[in-house]
């Protein structure tokens, strides 16, 4: 069976010598094995420390085997239960099977009987976990969730030839760019191309976990590690497993999680906050960041080892404002998108639209494109979102120049966009702007907005 020491073992049985016997031979085929002696410190085990299979023995004084099996199906729903009987007691075994149990295994136990059985469950968990991942990543296909390089410039055809070449590898990935550049969008379509495509992408954004917090949310914590932690919870890299584990703005981690990350990084072990219990981890790693992780080195911001362990294959994504003719295609693409979602007529851009588009600089990238659609999707009135439809300071055609503008300057601009937008209806303008009819009227007064474009 393919990694065994993920597949985490409980032993439930009144008879030390039969736990201690079963402990020994798990523990030497390499699973992760815990025993308890009755039902009571079974259920309170898996409280705290979940199991993938249970062997459960029939005859307990207490709570007996089937008693423990429903509600462990209850509390555990996802465990493969596998009942220990005596030949005597076989028709009781039967019942634990029509109530849900996997297989059982009579008394005497043979250990080869018992490796077989055990080899089979821990398959079928394997092959359910996987079936379960695979269902939610058709469903995410169905709603559209799937990622789409958008672009036919030479430096996008570039990017998408980089990025299937390495989706075929397990080779760690570091992505760069400027903000709003969709270094997150190339995470996803490396991992969809890769062979872990069907287990799940995991996303750490570095730049928004707090110190005191980061460590467990990247490595979980044990039930009672510290004030506030009242049940065991799995980090970043154990929900990873299997799959891809994305780090968002590497850049800005702090020293002390550097070293904290290195270690994980290297050794593919990491142990829960509270905990002493070492687990095996299998991810790929893919980063991103905007920072110049090569001055931050020089700068002794970024640990030099730990830059190699990201910088094995760099992708850098460039700025839209060099290249604007991409711009109606990604322009294109989200109006569709989100005309679809609102249930909006809008299915085209005007002349004039597309070129107020391209002149602008989009200092804020893709993200600031996509914003300024959606924005436009929701005031257009017929099939062309047209210039009066764009959010300021691209409406007036004016891209942002170098000159700072007073809050009385963007304030007029935007009154009078808002009020092309809405084709000077001042009662519709103020509901955009969040004020009233009295004060709009005031302000257009006060900024002298010709009255013919206000009814």
């Known amino acids: 069976m393919d990694d065994i020491s993920n597949t985490r073992i409980l032993i439930v049985d009144d008879e030390q010598v039969v736990r201690d016997s079963l402990r020994e031979w798990f523990a030497e085929d390499g699973y992760h094995v815990t025993t308890a002696a009755g039902g009571v410190e079974a259920l309170t085990r898996l409280a705290t420390e979940p199991a993938d299979l249970l062997l459960i023995d029939i005859k307990m004084p207490g709570m007996d085997g089937l008693e423990l099996q429903r509600r462990v199906k209850q509390a555990a729903p996802e465990a493969t239960v596998i009942i220990i009987t005596a030949y005597a007691a076989v028709d009781t075994a039967v019942q634990a099977l029509k109530a849900g149990a996997y297989d059982y295994i009579t008394k005497p136990i043979d250990p080869d ?80 191309g890769s062979h872990r495509r069907n287990m799940s992408m995991v996303s750490v954004n570095c730049a928004g976990l707090p110190e005191g917090l980061i460590e467990s949310e990247l490595f979980g914590h044990e039930k009672g590690a510290f004030t506030g932690a009242t049940y065991q919870r799995k980090g970043k890299f154990e929900l990873a497993d299997g799959g891809t584990l994305f780090f968002d703005e590497i850049g800005d981690i702090s020293a002390k999680t550097q070293i904290d990350l290195l270690r994980a990084l290297d050794d593919k072990r990491i142990t829960r906050v509270g905990g002493t219990r070492v687990i ?47 711009i109606p295609l990604l322009a294109q693409h989200f109006l569709q998108r989100f005309a679809r979602s609102m249930n909006r007529r809008a299915n085209h851009f005007a002349p004039e639209a597309l070129q107020r588009l391209q002149a602008y600089e989009w200092p804020g990238n893709v993200r600031e494109l996509e914003n300024a659609v959606e924005r436009a999707v929701v005031l257009q009135r017929g099939e062309a979102i047209g210039p009066q439809d764009l959010p300021l300071p691209i409406c007036a055609g004016e891209p942002p120049g170098p000159e700072p503008q007073t809050l009385a300057e963007i304030e007029h601009r935007h009154i009078e966009c808002v009020l092309g937008a809405t084709a000077g209806n001042v009662s519709r303008a103020a509901r955009i702007l969040g004020i009233d009819r009295v004060t709009l009227y005031s302000k257009i007064r006060k900024y002298d907005i010709p009255r013919q474009r206000t009814s």
């Open 113 to 192: 009987d018992l490796a077989r059985v055990i080899s089979k469950a821990a398959a079928h968990q394997r092959l359910a976990r996987e079936n379960v991942r695979l269902r939610e990543r058709i469903d995410a296909i169905a709603e559209g969730d799937m990622p789409e390089i958008v672009g036919d410039s030479p430096a996008m055809d570039e990017v998408r030839r980089m990025t299937a070449t390495i989706a075929e590898t397990d080779a760690t990935v570091l992505i760069t760019g400027e903000s709003g550049t969709g270094k997150e969008l190339v995470a996803r379509a490396i991992h969809r």
């Open 280 to 326: 095996p981890v299998d991810f790929r790693v893919i980063a991103a960041t905007h920072r110049d992780l090569a001055r931050a080195v020089e700068e002794e911001e970024f640990r030099l080892d730990l830059f190699y362990r990201f910088n094995v294959f760099t992708i850098e994504l460039p700025p839209l404002r060099t290249r604007p003719s991409d």
